[in-house]
């Protein structure tokens, strides 16, 4: 989100009596209103769930004031938009660049060793302005703001601009184009620099920007009924906005007048109205931007349009020096915000108490203010005589150096993996006797840490089945049915569920070599073999869930596995339900579908989930590498979830269905450890690391050899 992108339009041409010249100070307010609800909903999300709105604010004011500087100079060669885009290359890179090189450094002073890989390569992602794709990609939740996977994620909306800025002038480079060859073929008189202001030039833009907002919006209705998560970050989905922007500059260009008088005061609060009712009212489960973002763009464009100075109009609020002031800082307030909050946790020890947020607070201010005067003023404009190319050189040195600066912690990590890597391959063969679970399943080993830990606390943050997620694990794609066979044995087990199914694969494969099993997968993310339909963001996500679990199960039924283990994490709730009364609905839909499984002859065996942690466990090692026990908890501090799909076995009592718990080789009876006999036990907060599982193996034969037994 570009906070500042040019400058407000100056009122030289409005000729109503008493008119004041010099900025549009609406539109510097709306500046200042806008980067406040971000602010105060990074902050309080609790208290403010729907302050995202605040970007779309930002989109719209930014597709107004470009489009506006576009018709007033348009572009009619490669020169002039060389020229356009060096000029935003001054105004935004350098400030944006700064940031990223600061917290590039203060990630690798504060933040933990297992973060930094992620870290790194988002912040290459945002020197590059694609970092809205690379979250995309990644499907993270921007309006959990209790998810900060990085200091850089915010830099989403800067890609989101970048890119409509390199867009942009094109658009109108190829209308000034067809006006300009219009005149040649018509013989029309006029200079060339009469282009400007054209109406031919003016109409033409606004078709083409109007069949622009038309179709970005269809995309985002779309795309965000299906794909939630992407379709916040894209920019397809969020072109409309900017483009309202520019149709908002093309009616403004024909000399249309504004609202007059009380009108014009009335039209501006009604989109005041419209933006703070959203920043209210819109939560995380707002399917957003989609429709819902039309009630803060529409208000924004309203206030733009209104262009009141009435004294009963928002201006009169918005004029005063302090929220002019915070709207001539907001690009880097914005800028800086972020990585403060991300960061500073890690730097305190704990969550943002009420003296950090205001520490936040104060400090986002003052290194907006120094920001702004010092690196967005100093860089923005160049001597008169320089070539635009030193515009270019001067980028490109920039971004390459912060890229390289970014990568630190990346390279870093990845030159630790490789000796970790080796370092584990050599105590898993050496057959350490008290290794991992051992400890626990051998009564005279020492169970607390005691020495090096396996895996590194990086390498431990990746160590996950292996299995080839393309061909083998959907991810968030519940309409793929993929199946993949790891061993060639006589003996067939079928492994049914989500991730927390998958975590058992590493054993489940030592004993396949061991004792001739082939394990055959049907393993999907957080979707949960079940009758009972699962509530996911979007209706076809739960439609296509439920659908695979119905097919997995057909794929599974009756003799053709000798044996069924599967094994669930409730993480979903149930159709129609909240989180937490998804239990007895959970339940019964497990009994249904193992009844199903069992009256067609189908040996099934439940896994228990095992008990989990309140915390990431890598990244506590890593930060408490000489007090491992700080990474620990008594059973009853670690969650102990309900566990319905083993409720339901336990329920149904069935000959075919059997259920077993391994917790005793997760916990002891007093004390759950982040590290057990030397291994780190989880790769996050709630799934088993594949060493530790691995470990696991041998104290797993004889409950799956007995059920095993059960369909010979």
């Given amino acids: ?166 867009l942009w002038p094109l658009l109108i480079f ?53 794909q939630p998560a992407a379709a916040y970050f894209i920019t397809p989905t969020r072109m409309w906005e900017l483009g309202l922007g520019g149709l908002i500059a093309t009616v403004a260009a024909t000399g249309a007048r504004a609202p007059r008088g009380m009108a014009g005061a009335l039209l501006a609060w009604a989109g005041i109205a419209a933006v703070l009712a959203s920043a209210w009212w819109y939560t995380s489960a707002t399917p957003f931007p989609g429709a819902a973002a039309l009630v803060p763009v529409l208000g924004t464009a309203a206030v733009i349009v209104a262009d009141s100075d009435h004294p009963l109009s928002p201006t009169a609020l918005l004029r005063h020096r302090p929220v002019q002031w915070l709207g001539d800082v907001s690009y880097s307030v914005y800028l800086w915000h972020w990585p403060l909050i991300a960061l500073l946790p890690y730097a305190s020890g704990g969550d943002l108490g ?199 199960q057909e794929e599974t039924k009756g003799d053709v596995y000798d044996l069924v283990i599967t094994s669930e994490r409730q993480s979903a709730p149930i159709d129609g339900y909240s989180a937490s009364d998804s239990g007895p609905p959970a339940t019964e839909g497990y009994e249904s579908y193992l009844s199903t499984w069992a009256e067609a002859g189908t040996n099934v065996l439940a896994i228990k989930d095992p008990t989990k942690p309140t915390f990431d466990v890598p990244e506590c090692v890593a930060e408490n590498p000489d007090d491992l026990e700080e990474c620990s908890g008594s059973p009853e501090e670690w969650k102990v979830d309900p566990d319905p799909l083993v409720e339901a076995a336990k329920n149904l009592d069935h000959e075919n269905v059997g259920h077993v718990s391994f917790d005793d080789l997760v916990c002891s009876s007093d004390r759950c450890r982040g590290v057990t006999g030397g291994v780190i036990t989880y790769y996050d907060s709630s799934h088993l690391s594949a060493t530790y599982v691995r470990t696991m193996a041998p104290y797993m034969a004889e409950p799956i050899e007995e059920a095993l037994a059960k369909g010979d």
């Fill in 1 to 166: 989100m570009t906070a500042s992108a040019e400058a407000p339009p100056r009122r030289a041409t409005d000729s109503r009596p008493g008119a004041p010249s010099g900025l549009r100070k609406d539109i510097q307010g709306l500046r200042a209103l806008a980067v406040t609800l971000v602010v105060l909903f990074h902050l309080w999300p609790d208290s403010l769930s729907g302050g995202y709105v605040g970007v779309d604010v930002f989109l719209v004011i930014s597709g107004y004031l470009i489009t506006t500087h576009l018709l007033k100079k348009p572009p009619r060669t490669s020169h002039d938009l060389w020229a356009f885009w060096a000029r935003r290359l001054r105004r935004l890179l350098p400030a944006s660049l700064v940031v990223l090189a600061t917290t590039a450094v203060a990630t690798r002073l504060v933040a933990p060793s297992t973060a930094w890989e992620e870290i790194s390569r988002q912040i290459i992602a945002s020197t590059l302005y694609v970092q809205n794709w690379a979250l995309a990609s990644s499907s993270v939740d921007y309006m959990d703001a209790g998810a900060m996977s990085s200091p850089v994620q915010h830099f989403w909306s800067l890609s989101v601009e970048e890119q409509f800025y390199l």
């Fill in 354 to 552: 009420i003296l950090d947020t205001m520490v936040v607070l104060a400090a986002t201010l003052a290194l907006a203010a120094v920001t702004k005067v010092h690196v967005e003023d100093r860089f923005r404009f160049l001597r008169p005589q320089a070539p635009v190319r030193y515009s270019y050189q001067l980028s490109a040195a920039g971004m390459i150096a912060v890229a390289v600066l970014g990568s630190v912690g990346w390279t870093e990590t990845e030159v630790r993996n490789e000796v970790a890597k080796k370092e584990l391959a050599a105590v898993e063969q050496e057959e350490t006797p008290c290794l991992g679970a051992a400890a626990l399943a051998k009564g005279a080993c020492n169970v607390a840490p005691d020495g090096e830990v396996v895996p590194t606390p990086e390498l431990a943050k990746k160590d996950k089945a292996d299995i080839d997620e393309d061909e083998c694990f959907p991810e968030g794609r519940y309409d793929q049915r993929l199946s993949c066979s790891f061993g060639s044995g006589g003996t067939k087990i079928a492994l049914v569920g989500n991730s927390h199914a998958r975590h058992w694969l590493p054993a489940l494969r030592e004993l396949g070599k061991e004792k001739g099993w082939t394990i055959d997968t049907y393993i999907i993310s957080r979707c949960a073999a079940t009758d009972a339909k699962q509530e996911f963001d979007t209706d076809k996500k739960s439609e296509d869930c439920h659908d695979w679990g119905q097919w997995a």
């Fill in 174 to 226: 190829f209308v000034t184009w067809v006006v300009l060859r219009r005149r040649k073929r018509t013989g029309a008189a006029g200079p060339v620099d009469a282009i400007a202001g054209d109406l031919a030039l003016v109409r033409l833009a606004r078709t083409l920007i109007g069949a622009v907002v038309l179709l970005s919006l269809g995309i985002s209705v779309w795309v965000t009924s299906v």
